[in-house]
């Protein structure tokens, strides 16, 4: 018995139960399992072929297998932000108090296998907390933790690349927990289920507090790939809830739950998804369809172009991180394996030599020439996952306005240089850059490059 095994076993022998209602588990997308020779072609993955993905078991990936133990050893030297800022990511989506939490992770966390039960501890240690502070009548104490406990219940996902009843439990107490949030929150919060191939994504519909009613720009947040809609939504002081904007935290083909519901990554699906995203907010009286933008985050920059690509009602995109080497050799081959082990999970593919020819469709050409709507990139000079040669050939391919903004020392992340210290706050001048766009403001087609004293230099693009 494995320890993720032993881990599942132990964890529903203690009593641990899957509560799952209707909207969170909805079936599958029905289909047989395709040959594992087969081939793609560059371009857009067939509809059908997609459809009939069906995996068993995890995804095979060499490297990861063969350097699990020197994986291991990076963690317990680095912990467990090795890959990517998970903690400061939590930290600014749970405010201050998640602080202590994180860093008794950080003690905790020593190999890869022991990420998803760190995050579990701690997930039952604030649901706990939530419940004796609701029993008290201390309703905002309650709601903190509860969202907290459904961002930790979320977390200990991560790690885990087939879909499984460890993996539907963490699940089922992640949409548990956020419920119980969602009924004590400032704002007003619902739960999105998009019709999409016979199945449905999901996502979350935030309206600004203090809203009585009126139209509101809406913004279409799409996270990176190890990303999920209930952290796109801080606890307190939200970007865009402070803003005005109303927010649809939108989870598409692959992301978080799409797997549990048998809904893979493929470029034309995100097509699709961003066509059946925009219907449903059309459908909403509070929305007013000429003020819809989106952002995407590393992933989510490839993505949100094939959104914006099939839907031109979109008004304008900002994107952060991003992610446009067609077919990701950077991020998949010479990056942490986990991250070619993640989205193979997330495309439904178990195969390593299947996934580095389907791989090749995950690609921008043919979309960017399409859009029309202002776009905003925001990038690291040295992103350590796609270089900036493919950044600099997706903006040239962009068909409508642009401004690419270079930050000086950048790696993936973008804020982690002292350009982005002393320069433009990254997430402010993204959030202000749509608003105005959002607003119909005008702007100029630029490249900034923002050096490590703040001083940005400005370029004509076309």
């Known amino acids: 018995m494995d320890r993720r095994t032993f881990l599942h076993t132990a964890t529903l022998a203690a009593g641990s139960v899957a509560l799952a209602a209707a909207e969170d588990r909805p079936a599958a997308a029905q289909g047989g399992s395709p040959a594992a020779s087969a081939a793609y072609t560059s371009g857009a993955a067939s509809s059908d072929r997609w459809s009939r993905r069906s995996p068993k078991g995890a995804p095979v990936v060499r490297r990861f297998n063969e350097q699990e133990w020197l994986l291991d050893n990076v963690i317990a030297t680095r912990g467990i932000d090795w890959d990517q800022g998970r903690t400061s990511g939590l930290i600014r989506a749970c405010g201050e108090e998640a602080k202590a939490d994180m860093e008794a992770l950080k003690k905790q966390v020593k190999r890869y296998v022991d990420i998803a039960p760190g995050f579990e501890q701690l997930a039952r240690q604030r649901e706990a907390h939530a419940k004796a502070e609701e029993a008290a009548g201390n309703k905002t104490a309650a709601r903190d933790n509860y969202f907290i406990a459904a961002q930790y219940w979320a977390s200990a996902m991560w790690p885990i690349d087939e879909v499984n009843e460890l993996i539907r439990l963490y699940n089922d107490r992640k949409n548990e927990t956020y419920s119980k949030y969602i009924a004590l929150a400032d704002h007003r919060i619902e739960r999105a289920q998009i019709p999409y191939r016979g199945a449905s994504l999901s996502g979350i519909f935030h309206l600004p507090p203090g809203y009585t009613g009126g139209k509101l720009p809406v913004i279409v947040l799409i996270q990176g790939m190890d990303g999920y809609k209930e952290k796109s939504v801080s606890l307190y002081g939200d970007n865009?809830?402070?803003?005005?904007?109303?927010?649809?935290?939108?989870?598409?083909?692959?992301?978080?739950?799409?797997?549990?519901?048998?809904?893979?990554?493929?470029?034309?699906?995100?097509?699709?998804?961003?066509?059946?995203?925009?219907?449903?907010?059309?459908?909403?009286?509070?929305?007013?369809?000429?003020?819809?933008?989106?952002?995407?985050?590393?992933?989510?920059?490839?993505?949100?172009?094939?959104?914006?690509?099939?839907?031109?009602?979109?008004?304008?995109?900002?994107?952060?991180?991003?992610?446009?080497?067609?077919?990701?050799?950077?991020?998949?081959?010479?990056?942490?394996?986990?991250?070619?082990?993640?989205?193979?999970?997330?495309?439904?593919?178990?195969?390593?030599?299947?996934?580095?020819?389907?791989?090749?469709?995950?690609?921008?050409?043919?979309?960017?020439?399409?859009?029309?709507?202002?776009?905003?990139?925001?990038?690291?000079?040295?992103?350590?996952?796609?270089?900036?040669?493919?950044?600099?050939?997706?903006?040239?391919?962009?068909?409508?306005?642009?401004?690419?903004?270079?930050?000086?020392?950048?790696?993936?992340?973008?804020?982690?240089?002292?350009?982005?210290?002393?320069?433009?706050?990254?997430?402010?001048?993204?959030?202000?850059?749509?608003?105005?766009?959002?607003?119909?403001?005008?702007?100029?087609?630029?490249?900034?490059?923002?050096?490590?004293?703040?001083?940005?230099?400005?370029?004509?693009?076309?």
């Open 240 to 462: 865009w809830m402070g803003r005005g904007a109303a927010v649809l935290a939108f989870e598409g083909p692959g992301y978080w739950e799409a797997p549990l519901r048998g809904i893979y990554v493929d470029m034309a699906g995100w097509a699709e998804a961003g066509k059946v995203a925009f219907d449903w907010l059309a459908s909403r009286p509070e929305v007013d369809t000429g003020k819809i933008g989106i952002t995407g985050s590393s992933y989510g920059s490839m993505f949100s172009v094939a959104m914006l690509a099939a839907e031109p009602r979109y008004k304008a995109c900002a994107v952060t991180g991003t992610c446009y080497e067609p077919g990701g050799d950077t991020i998949f081959n010479h990056a942490s394996p986990t991250f070619k082990k993640r989205f193979m999970f997330m495309s439904g593919i178990t195969d390593e030599a299947e996934f580095d020819e389907f791989r090749k469709t995950i690609d921008w050409k043919g979309y960017a020439e399409k859009v029309r709507a202002p776009y905003l990139i925001l990038s690291g000079e040295y992103d350590q996952l796609a270089p900036m040669t493919h950044t600099e050939s997706f903006v040239k391919a962009l068909g409508g306005p642009k401004q690419l903004v270079v930050y000086q020392g950048g790696s993936h992340s973008v804020t982690g240089s002292s350009a982005a210290v002393k320069g433009p706050e990254p997430r402010k001048l993204q959030s202000e850059w749509l608003m105005a766009r959002l607003e119909g403001k005008p702007m100029d087609s630029e490249r900034w490059f923002v050096d490590l004293e703040g001083k940005i230099s400005k370029a004509t693009i076309s």
